[in-house]
Each structure stands twice: as C-alpha cells, then as structure tokens.
C-alpha cells in the first residue's frame, strides 16, 4: 500500500516528526494495587516488574526494540539504583544478552542475585524496577516512549478524565540550546505568588544547571507534589540581575477551553487540551454559535501549549473550523491506513487567526496542519513542536505504575 507523503504545507516547524508531548488518542490507565517495598537480598529481589515493561515495549513500540539492548539499559539503571542504596555494584560484571527476550531475562535476574547476594540489608525493589524501566525507555530515545511512575500515572488518568491542574502554573518554552524561557504564567498559580513572570529566563532549578538536565529530568524536576518546594535561579526580561525564587507547589484547575469578547469585538477561544473523557467540541460549538450571532470582527483560536489529545475528541472540534477532509491519517505498524475525516457541522462563517507556539502540539498540530492547507484561515505564533504520533498508556502488571508507548504514526494532510 502506498502512503501519503507528508506534505510540506506549513512552516518548516509543522513538518512531521516523530515527537511526542501529549498522548493521542490516550487509554484511561487502570490502577492496580501496588507491590513494592523492601526485599531481603537472601531470597533474590523480584525483577517481574522489570520484565513485563521489557515486554510491552518489544511488544507495542513502533521501531521494535531487540532484548539486549533494553536489559543492557536496564542493567544500567538497576546497578545506579542499587548504588544509591549503598549496594557494592563493583563485583559482577555487566552481562551479556544475545537479543533473546526470555533467556536474556534470565540472565539480567541471575546476574542481579549475584549482585545483591552479599547485600546484607534491605534494599527497595520498586526503586530499582522503576530505574531499569525507565532506562529501557530513555534508551530508546524517544519522548513517545514513557514511563510513568505511580504518582505520574494518577496525574495521566486525571488528565484524560478533563482533571486539568498544574502544581506550578508554569508553562516553558522547550529547551533546545539555550536556557528556557517561561512562556505563561497561570493566574493565581504557585509560580506566580513566587514572583516569576512571563519572560523569565531559568537558569537553574534545585541548584543545578539546566543545561544538565536532558528535556525528561526537566520536566520532572519542575513537577512536584502539592506543598513540595521548587528553587528557580532566573532573570528577568530585560534585567541583568540573576535572583532564586522559592515557588511552593499548589494545585490550582485550568480550564480546558476559555472564551471571551476581545478590544475591537473579536472572539477568543484558548483550547488547552483535547481530554479523552471530556467533549470539549460542545464548549466550544456554543463559543461559536455565541460569537456568530453576536457578528464579531473574526475568531482566535489560541492553541498555544496544547499539547493535543484525543483524537476523535479533536475531530470534532477541526469540524467546525475546517471545510474539507482528510484531516490526515492514522498509520498503523503494519501499514494499515486510517483517515481522519471531518466529523460533525462546519460552523465557522467569519475570519479565523489560530495561535501557535513551541508547545502546540500532536492532534494541535493536525488542526493547524488542515486550516492552513484547506485556506480556512491564517496562521500567527512561533515555530509548533512537530509532535504526531498517536500514543497508549499501558499498565504495568500489579503495579500503580504504567508505560506510554506510541503505537501509530499520524500524517498531515495531502
């Protein structure tokens, strides 16, 4: 079967990658009770946890990954883990894996016996499973590839079900080569209170240089539990003076969709996000209906830090603002090929500005991919992230704790 190409139909900053922030076409993760804590190293440390993430991602991953190459990453984040433990990793030796799933497994757990065999003390096997999973993950150097420890999990499932909260309030530019830049700041929010405003350059969080942290340490070092405290060295927008701020992390609620009657009689709706529980498109279709009749000027639709979604939920959402189909395509791992049609009444009988950023983001991404192609209105805002795949979060077996793991490939239109 021959596929679309992607089309070079938007800025260079719409061109596909295979990226992701936010998951498409996102699975409620299912809770399960926990099995962690503390293990006596005579009897062996219980590895299963281990095993059934490298399974899932040899199992879901797009690019399949081989055996050895994820329990030698995994081997890896076990023996670092083990050492903050005050583990002796010295003695044995990293093993050799032949890139054959079961036997390469029974190795990593033999050999991880021998290296807790003289352990006198107990050590944390939810720790040192958590560590090799997400080794395995970050090996495979994809920001679709994920894992999600118990607490990450609940922030998942509470996002899908329309729970949208921040502990910080702050949103940051993608680091790239240079320090981050703090794009928004919620009203109301911890960072805020805290002093930081939009603008802002950080060049340190907990006393350590960004530039040491890869973009997944960063983003979980900035995240955080409710009255959990995060030190930020910044500078303000056109001040030479470096200062710390301290924010004390509160969960504030954000709304997924916002609309207002700007200066000059424009209608503004902000999209924050397309959840996979909530129809938004009802929200705004009465956002619409409301700025039609009251013949606004026009209509902006701010997709800036959208970080996508839902597919299906996005669809209908583009259908009151998009004229035509396909939307794009949905490309499984064996080449099967889904369209992304329009779904529901076109709406939209006044001009259209969509606002895009460094965050927009995945099912964002199709949106302004098909309003530019099909003409149905005017792009403005900085380079988008290029982030379209479609991603499912998997549970991991009797633990709190799951994998994201994209599992299609999405194509603008042609």
Known sequence: MSYPPLRALLTPVL???????????????????????PLCCA???????????MQK????????????????????GLTANARSQDVRTDDVAKPAFSGKPQPDFATYQSSANRLFAAHRGAVD???????????????????????????AT???NRRDAGNLGTTTGLRLERRT?????????????AAEHAGVRPGDTIFAVNRRPVESYNLREFGRAIDGPDGSRLLLDVRHAGSARMQQLTVVRRTIALDLVRSETLPGNVGYIRIREFPAQVPIQLQ????????????????????????GGAITVMQAVVSQFVSQSPLGYVVGPDGSEQTISR????????????LTDGGSASSAEVFAAAVQQYGDGLLVGDPTCGCLMAALFFPLAGDKSSLEIAVERVLTPV
Not at 125 to 151: C, G, K, Q, R, V
């Open 57 to 76: 991602l040899i199992d879901h991953a797009l690019e399949k990954p081989a055996s050895d190459r994820l329990l030698s990453a995994a081997w890896d």
């Open 43 to 53: 009897s062996g440390v219980d590895l299963a946890l281990t095993q059934d993430g």
């Open 284 to 307: 705004v279709q009465q956002a619409v209906d409301d700025f039609n009749a009251a013949q606004t000027h026009g209509i902006i639709v701010d997709l800036r830090g959208n970080p």
């Open 177 to 189: 080569t240079h320090p981050p830049v703090v794009l928004e700041v919620a009203p109301g929010s």
């Open 15 to 37: 061109l596909m990658v295979i990226l992701l922030l936010g998951g498409c076409q996102s699975a409620p993760v299912a809770n399960r009770a926990g099995q962690g804590g």
């Open 343 to 354: 779904r529901g009444p076109f709406g939209l009988h006044q001009k259209l500005v969509l």
């Open 125 to 151: 096997a939810a720790a040192l499973n958590y560590a090799a999973i997400d080794s395995m993950a970050m090996s495979l150097d994809d920001s679709h590839i994920t894992f999600l420890p118990p607490e």
């Open 154 to 156: 609940m922030r998942q």
